[in-house]
């Protein structure tokens, strides 16, 4: 069974920067599209970046020229490097993978998640 653990989340103040990073096993990482979600209070799972095995990335468009998805496959772990947060960015934020769909943003069509880790915006 696969496993994913998101690390690197806590409360920055707007205009802040952050990575977060997520460590899998139990997959053979650079075969699968690799993906990062986030959840507000209140609503739906959205995506926000994702990463193929040919290192192609596609970004949700709130989050284009601020946030950068990136892979070391040595390391197996996933990261997103968040600059110029905002308020609205805040979310719990879930990394995903054995994505089957190219790119995809789409959190049904990945088939493992991990648990989260809190990012905490404020103005």
């Known amino acids: 069974q696969v496993q994913l653990v998101e690390s690197g989340g806590g409360s920055v103040l707007a205009g802040g920067s952050l990575r977060l990073s997520c460590t899998a096993s139990r997959i053979t990482f650079s075969r699968y599209c690799m993906g990062w979600f986030r959840q507000a209070t209140g609503k739906g799972r959205e995506g926000v970046a994702a990463i193929d095995s040919d290192r192609s990335t596609n970004y949700a468009d709130s989050v284009k020229g601020r946030f950068t998805i990136s892979q070391d496959n040595a390391k197996n772990t996933l990261y997103l490097q968040m600059n110029s947060l905002k308020p609205e960015d805040t979310a719990m934020y879930y990394c995903?993978?054995?994505?089957?769909?190219?790119?995809?943003?789409?959190?049904?069509?990945?088939?493992?998640w991990g648990q989260g880790t809190q990012v905490t915006v404020s103005s």
């Open positions: 995903a993978a054995d994505g089957r769909i190219s790119g995809s943003l789409i959190p049904m069509t990945y088939n493992s």
